[in-house]
């Protein structure tokens, strides 16, 4: 198979490309812990034939599609929002143009803002492309949680990303544990599977504070060992998530293996039916989406 | 007025000593930044004695009574908690000695544990003797939130310190301006009624974690200006508190009167009748209180 295109996710902390064929299939692969933080504005180009130049040097010039925060203020170029209910036409009909090196255009996807249920603003950049992707896979309406350092709850109703809302459970978990009083003087730290059992219990019938300083008292009374605090912390954080219970029917979970294996045992506690998909594979079936869906002879 | 004994809270990092009349007034005092984690256990007779050698040189040994976390396992000596419910007279017949470099024995007060609302143990030390003062100053059942790092809300009756949760709330605040994204690149924070009002409008209503981001996105849509962050996480936080309503009638709050203002503008808000009371008043009436019901030979 021939490489024909290039997806590529550039976060704040994290470069990655994937060679794709036509088909949609990845043939290779760059990943470097080059985030865009690192780049200076004027430098994105540069930067960015470099990180590449692998490809370039057997390939020649592909066109370039990107999402994530490379579209932020942040980034090489900033992008509007499209505003939810947005469609992958939508999201493939606002694309940005940055010029590459070489002179020829990269495009960059629209992020998707909403208004969440409780009347508050909500952005994502990046994660619109793992729905569409999720949406090519398992072609019907459906409920899913992106999660992560900031979780998205999202709603895919009639070929749109409906609406969604964000957890800030990764991040709340890395702050709690590393600079609250729950995380201090610990020894080393193992998952437990009924530690995190009892958070989720706690975690999803309870207002989150009103419960969180039960990290301290249940090491404090030896109800849980103090080398499983951090999994009971994840417990009660995972099981916040579910405190409002909008979930009907199957629930999705689109991200990495290893956290996935944490929902996993929240939802059979809650006996909430989900599947887990890989987010690798909704990203690059999303960009294959997008990339299939626009006008490609503008790069 | 004659000098007749002393009260002290020693906490991790503060050292506050009061030099008390017989009829429970307060003549003087000394606060220093000397917490006990600070002290290696076996100085604090030392240390002590150091602390408050310009009343030694002027009166000689007096009664010494201390309270709070001078008592834990960080502190001079680790003394149990008493169960709620707890009266006065379980605190004061619960009390356990150190030796002073003088000889001399120094008493200190029991902690108060308790199991929550939701099932979850409980501990506290310090705050149980501002709930006796606070009973000293209103002399009737009362509901009140002891606010600050970890916030206690409790319910006196009948008599005893019935039960009571931690909130972590001024330890969530720190931890999310300063270590989280919602505190990162903001310029200069100022104080703001409307910003902190619609903090707690949301908090107050939705699950915490849920709605956490917005401090982000009304900032990313200027709906709350980068100036008023800080006073918008504070109102969202505070608000959370009262998520659940279990407050009838009137409610005291004790604390320092800088952050009881922010509390009282959520409780106007929220039409909750309240009454702010000074902590240290609490704090010196309980400790008298306890004084005087104890066997004062034993010093």
């Given at each position: 198979?021939?490489?024909?295109?290039?997806?590529?996710?550039?976060?704040?902390?994290?470069?990655?490309?994937?060679?794709?064929?036509?088909?949609?299939?990845?043939?290779?692969?760059?990943?470097?812990?080059?985030?865009?933080?690192?780049?200076?504005?004027?430098?994105?180009?540069?930067?960015?034939?470099?990180?590449?130049?692998?490809?370039?040097?057997?390939?020649?010039?592909?066109?370039?599609?990107?999402?994530?925060?490379v579209g932020s203020q942040q980034g090489w170029r900033e992008v509007?929002?499209?505003?939810?209910?947005?469609?992958?036409?939508?999201?493939?009909?606002?694309?940005?143009?940055?010029?590459?090196?070489?002179?020829?255009?990269?495009?960059?996807?629209?992020?998707?803002?909403?208004?969440?249920?409780?009347?508050?603003?909500?952005?994502?950049?990046?994660?619109?492309?793992?729905?569409?992707?999720?949406?090519?896979?398992?072609?019907?309406?459906?409920?899913?949680?992106?999660?992560?350092?900031?979780?998205?709850?999202?709603?895919?109703?009639?070929?749109?990303?409906?609406?969604?809302?964000?957890?800030?459970?990764?991040?709340?978990?890395?702050?709690?544990?590393?600079?609250?009083?729950?995380?201090?003087?610990?020894?080393?730290?193992?998952?437990?599977?009924?530690?995190?059992?009892?958070?989720?219990?706690?975690?999803?019938?309870?207002?989150?504070?009103?419960?969180?300083?039960?990290?301290?008292?249940?090491?404090?009374?030896?109800?849980?060992?103090?080398?499983?605090?951090?999994?009971?912390?994840?417990?009660?954080?995972?099981?916040?998530?579910?405190?409002?219970?909008?979930?009907?029917?199957?629930?999705?979970?689109?991200?990495?293996?290893?956290?996935?294996?944490?929902?996993?045992?929240?939802?059979?506690?809650?006996?909430?039916?989900?599947?887990?998909?890989?987010?690798?594979?909704?990203?690059?079936?999303?960009?294959?989406?997008?990339?299939?869906?626009?006008?490609?002879?503008?790069?």
């Amino acid at each position: 198979m021939n490489p024909s295109w290039i997806a590529v996710d550039w976060g704040t902390t994290n470069f990655r490309a994937f060679l794709m064929s036509d088909g949609g299939e990845c043939l290779d692969r760059i990943d470097q812990a080059k985030g865009l933080l690192s780049v200076p504005q004027a430098q994105f180009p540069a930067v960015f034939d470099l990180l590449i130049s692998r490809w370039n040097d057997s390939y020649g010039d592909l066109p370039v599609i990107m999402a994530g925060m490379v579209g932020s203020q942040q980034g090489w170029r900033e992008v509007p929002y499209v505003q939810a209910p947005a469609s992958v036409q939508d999201l493939a009909n606002n694309t940005y143009s940055v010029e590459l090196l070489s002179g020829h255009k990269a495009k960059i996807v629209s992020g998707v803002s909403c208004i969440n249920q409780f009347g508050n603003p909500e952005v994502m950049r990046g994660e619109e492309i793992q729905l569409i992707g999720l949406n090519e896979i398992i072609k019907e309406d459906f409920q899913a949680i992106l999660f992560g350092t900031h979780s998205k709850n999202a709603h895919w109703i009639n070929g749109n990303i409906d609406s969604y809302s964000t957890v800030m459970t990764g991040e709340l978990y890395s702050v709690l544990v590393n600079h609250s009083i729950l995380g201090k003087s610990l020894p080393t730290q193992e998952f437990n599977k009924d530690a995190f059992i009892k958070g989720v219990d706690i975690g999803h019938q309870y207002p989150l504070n009103h419960v969180l300083f039960s990290a301290r008292t249940f090491k404090l009374f030896n109800q849980v060992s103090e080398h499983y605090i951090h999994a009971y912390i994840s417990g009660l954080l995972i099981g916040h998530e579910f405190f409002i219970s909008n979930w009907l029917g199957k629930l999705y979970l689109v991200g990495s293996q290893k956290l996935a294996s944490n929902y996993a045992i929240a939802l059979d506690y809650l006996n909430i039916d989900f599947d887990v998909i890989d987010g690798d594979e909704c990203f690059l079936k999303g960009m294959t989406k997008i990339y299939n869906s626009g006008e490609n002879d503008e790069y």
